[in-house]
């Protein structure tokens, strides 16, 4: 009897010894586990970034759209709600199916149509015409006008603020900005930014930046009370234009004409690094799944950088697109890039005291372009 209880005793001992020994090396062997994994997947990193630097990002002509008609073109933005395309086109937006390269709709009415932002949650739409100055505001849904808002002349650049609710143009010649209330669709007002702005990005947090082209600075807005905090210069870049965000790590992307596009840390305002792109540049975008930033400009290049961490974007490739495709929009989802362009016919004498001037637009030529990888 004796015996039997002992045998039984060591029995329970052993099986008691043998689970602490697997608690115990599930302990140990379980980091090296997780540490094989996170080795693993930063090799994969390490070996995709190497790759993009070899063979570049892979972007390609995806669909070309004729979309005819007249007349100049300015900003574009892609409506992720509804999978619909925006066109600044001349005396009218227009609104295009990405997919087919057709026509939805259109926002008539303009002098001279720039920029468009979006407000889903109000079911407003926003878009500036710079002369005299203005915002049309239509129905998100439907496209109908519903009013006019007098801004101030030379209204171009527009954006709408997740923080605040509220819409900022970039009125270039009047050197100001002009916030507007995106649900009640009122002015809140204007007020100077000590330059010429061209186009502004929002942090969601409570900023907004917006490019100065004839200072070559950046300048760091507070979205609620409508007062320029701070100004930095963006050496060496020269008459920034496009400008994107890295909101999640508060990093800007100027693109310049000076032939740049400037890293700038939306803290401090230092110019981190710049990377070389093409002439005539007029749209920045940040895709924020790739970690990309393009820089589209008008000598038919939208060049790509990648951002490897907070202090370092590395250029990575050069798309080629068609000369004149100056402008872009973003599919973040998908990781599209569309762009417009058409046929330009010779270039005609400058007239005196001319500043600026565009080779005509043949008639009819207008196309959209799709990029993917």
């Known amino acids: 009897m004796q015996r039997t209880v002992l045998r039984t005793i060591g029995v329970y001992l052993g099986f008691l010894v043998l689970a602490a020994c697997v608690v115990i090396m599930s302990h140990v062997l379980a980091p090296n586990k997780a540490g094989a994994s996170s080795l693993s997947s930063r090799t994969a990193v390490k070996a995709r970034m190497h790759a993009e630097e070899e063979n570049g990002a892979g972007y390609h ?18 409506d992720a709600k509804m999978d619909r395309l925006f066109i600044s086109r001349g005396t009218k937006v227009l609104v295009v199916n990405p997919k087919t390269g057709k026509e939805i709709g259109e926002i008539p009415g303009f002098a001279r149509s720039h920029g468009i932002a979006l407000a889903p949650e109000f079911n407003r739409g926003f878009a500036t015409d710079g002369d005299p100055g203005s915002v049309t505001v239509f129905n998100y849904t439907t496209l109908k006008v519903l009013e006019h808002l007098s801004t101030a002349p030379d209204s171009d650049g527009i954006i709408y603020d997740p923080g605040t609710k509220r819409i900022f143009t970039m009125n270039g010649d009047s050197g100001s900005s002009t916030a507007i209330d995106a649900a009640a669709g009122t002015i809140l007002g204007t007020f100077p930014l000590g330059g010429k702005p061209e186009f502004a990005a929002a942090d969601g947090k409570g900023h907004v930046f917006a490019n100065l082209v004839d200072k070559s600075e950046l300048v760091r807005i507070d979205a609620k009370s409508l007062q320029v905090t701070d100004t930095w210069p963006l050496a060496p870049c020269k008459s920034p234009s496009g400008l994107a965000i890295d909101a999640k790590n508060e990093r800007l992307f100027p693109g310049c004409h000076s032939g740049v596009m400037d890293f700038v840390d939306g803290n401090t305002g230092k110019v981190l690094g710049t990377v070389p792109i093409g002439q005539g540049i007029d749209a920045m975008r940040f895709d924020p799944g790739t970690d990309y930033a393009f820089a589209s400009c008008g000598d038919g290049t939208i060049t790509v950088a990648r951002e490897d961490s907070r202090d370092k974007l590395v250029k990575i490739d050069e798309i080629k697109t068609q ?24 270039m005609p004498p400058a007239k005196p005291g001319e500043r600026f001037r565009r080779p005509p637009i043949l008639p009819g030529t207008f196309v959209l372009l799709e990029y993917g990888r």
Do not use: Q, S
């Not at 002509?61 to 892609?78: A, P, T």
């Open 323 to 346: 000369r004149g495709a100056r402008t872009m929009a973003l599919n973040a989802k998908t990781h599209m890039i569309y762009t417009v362009t058409a046929d330009f016919g010779p």
């Open 61 to 78: 002509l995806v669909n070309k759209f004729k979309l005819g008609g007249e007349g100049g073109w300015d900003y574009l933005l892609y």
